[in-house]
């Protein structure tokens, strides 16, 4: 809920958090995190901040890899275009009709195609970094963040993956 309310509250990131997006990115990687609408960009520098407290103090810390990773985990979102309302229902659409018929919507138009392409925002999001250059780890974690059965398998560090799963979770 408190991811909820706090995506219905755009309130631009500050200009601290927008510089520190600046230094950790690369610049393909900057010009795709400029484009998500402000609640996502909110959101993903929660992710971040999160992530970089939960590594602090690890082996892991201060690698700006695992900060990429949660700057732009969500960035497929922007193919579908939804706001937040079209998300619910995009979300309640794929737990009663499964996931796999996201394929097969996001081929429709219209509405169906906008849920589909939604529900297919880990793939999309990480052809979008690769397009843009960006860190193939960060592309990795985009791929696979929301399904965790592919956690274990996706090469990237366990500690890191239990920190940017927890991060994205509340
Ligand atoms: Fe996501
Ligand atoms: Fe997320």
Known sequence: ???????????????????????VCTDGELALWRRLPRYDRRHSLQVARDVEALLAGTEYAGDPRWIEAALLHDVGKLDAGLGVLGRVGATLAGAA???????????????????????RHPELGADRIRMAGGSPEAATWADCHQDPQRYATCGLPPVVVEALAAADDD
């Open 1 to 23: 809920m408190r991811r909820f309310f706090g995506t219905l509250s755009p309130v631009a990131p500050s200009a601290d958090d927008v510089a520190w997006v600046a230094e």
């Open 97 to 119: 009709a499964g996931h796999d018929m996201a394929d097969a919507w996001s081929g429709k138009r219209g509405v169906s195609r906008k849920v589909g392409l939604y529900l």
